[in-house]
C-alpha cells in the first residue's frame, strides 16, 4: 500500500504542477494531488497542459471527476499511462457545476452508479483507485456511510479520502467548508469499523501539530488551503511524520523556484504562473509583505531577482531577520528603498 500519512488536498485553481512543485522543496515524502479534472477534458482536451508534472512531484495522485464508467475508466488509463501513482475519483465537491455535470458530491445519491465507476476504474488500471468523498449529502447517517464504504470496498478501492463534513447541495463551495459541522470521530470510527481499509481524514485540519494526534486513530491526513496560506506548515512534516532529516529554509526553497522559473520561462510558461504561488512562501516573516508586493508588482524573474537579493540580506536562513527592527519592518523597507534607486 502506497503511503499516505500526510497529503495536499486537490485544490481547483491552486494545486496546479507549479504550487506542487514547490511544495514538493518544502516536503520530500507528503503526497500531492492535481485540481480536479473533469474526465471530459482528458479524453478531448490538452493531455500535456492537463496532464503534465515534474518527476520530483512523486507521490502525485490524479484526481477525476465524472459520472460515467467507461469515459472514467478511459481517463483513468490515461493516467497511469502518464505516470501517475494513483487514480482519485472525486465524490466530494458540491459546487454548481459539478451538479450540473452530474458528478463530484451529487453522485453520491446514486451509490449504484459509484459501484459501477469504481468497479470499471480499477479494472482498468494497476495503479491504485481511491475515492474523496463527504460524510453524506444534505446531512449524514453514520449507518448510510459506513455502508457506502463497505459497498465501494468491495469493488477493490481500499483507500478513502473523508472530508469530515456534509455536503450541502443549496450552499457555496465556500460556504460547505463552514456551514456543515465537522466530524473527526466519524472517520476515526470508520477506521475502528473497516480495519482493512486506509482512511485518510480531512477538513479543519491547519497545522501539524492538529494532524499527529489524528495520525493516531487513522492512517492519514489531507491538509488544504492552510497548505496553500502558508507552505511552511509543512517545514517539520518530513521529519516529524516521516522520518527523514529534511528542513528546508524558505530562502532554499525561494532559491530553488527562482531556477525552476527561469527554465519553465525558457519553455514559455508565463512568469506570473509560477510566482503567483509563491505570494506566501514568507508569510508572517520578516519582508513578508515586501516579498508578495514586489513579486506582485512585477511578475517577472527580474522581480523575483529584486525580492530574492532583498530576503537575503535581511532575513536569516530560517526566515528571520538577522537585525530585528524594534520598529518593526521599517530597515526593510528602507534597503527596498536602495534597491530601487540602484535599479535592481
Not at 481499509?197 to 492519514?220: C, Q
Amino acid at each position: 500500500m502506497s503511503d499516505h500519512h500526510l497529503s495536499v488536498a486537490p485544490m481547483v485553481d491552486r494545486t496546479d504542477r507549479h504550487f506542487r512543485f514547490l511544495v514538493r522543496q518544502v516536503s520530500l515524502k507528503v503526497r500531492l494531488y492535481t485540481e480536479m479534472t473533469v474526465d471530459q477534458a482528458v479524453l478531448r482536451g490538452k493531455a500535456e497542459r492537463l496532464l503534465a508534472f515534474h518527476p520530483e512531484e512523486h507521490p502525485i495522485a490524479l484526481q477525476l471527476a465524472g459520472s460515467d464508467p467507461k469515459s472514467l475508466a478511459e481517463a483513468a488509463r490515461i493516467g497511469q499511462a502518464w505516470g501517475y501513482d494513483e487514480v482519485n475519483l472525486n465524490l466530494g465537491c458540491p459546487s454548481e457545476k459539478a451538479q450540473e455535470g452530474g458528478f463530484g458530491a451529487c453522485l453520491l445519491l446514486d451509490p449504484i452508479r459509484v459501484r459501477e465507476i469504481l468497479k470499471a476504474m480499477v479494472e482498468a488500471v494497476d495503479i491504485p483507485v481511491t475515492v474523496k468523498l463527504r460524510l453524506g449529502v444534505e446531512g449524514e447517517s453514520y449507518p448510510l456511510l459506513a455502508r457506502w464504504v463497505e459497498a465501494y470496498g468491495e469493488t477493490g478501492v481500499r483507500v478513502f479520502i473523508v472530508h469530515a463534513r456534509s455536503a450541502l447541495l443549496n450552499l457555496s463551495t465556500r460556504k460547505n467548508r463552514e456551514v456543515p459541522p465537522l466530524r473527526h470521530d466519524w472517520v476515526h470510527r470508520l477506521k475502528a469499523d473497516f480495519p482493512h481499509l486506509t482512511f485518510i481524514l480531512n477538513g479543519g485540519v491547519r497545522t501539524l501539530e492538529e494532524a499527529l494526534p489524528h495520525l493516531e486513530k487513522v492512517d492519514g491526513v489531507m491538509m488544504g488551503r492552510a497548505v496553500y496560506e502558508d507552505p511552511f506548515v509543512l517545514a517539520e512534516a518530513d521529519r516529524r511524520v516521516f522520518g527523514l532529516a529534511h528542513r528546508p529554509s524558505r530562502l532554499d526553497v525561494a532559491r530553488r523556484m527562482r531556477l525552476y522559473l527561469e527554465a519553465e520561462a525558457q519553455k514559455g510558461t508565463p512568469p506570473w504562473a509560477v510566482l503567483r504561488h509563491m505570494l506566501n512562501l514568507f508569510r508572517g516573516q520578516p519582508g513578508g509583505r515586501l516579498w508578495r508586493r514586489l513579486l506582485s508588482e512585477g511578475r517577472s524573474l527580474d522581480a523575483l531577482d529584486q525580492a530574492l537579493g532583498l530576503l537575503q540580506e535581511q532575513v536569516g536562513q530560517e526566515g528571520e531577520e538577522e537585525h530585528p527592527d524594534p520598529k518593526g519592518n521599517a530597515a526593510v523597507k528602507r534597503a527596498a528603498l536602495g534597491f530601487s534607486r540602484q535599479g535592481i
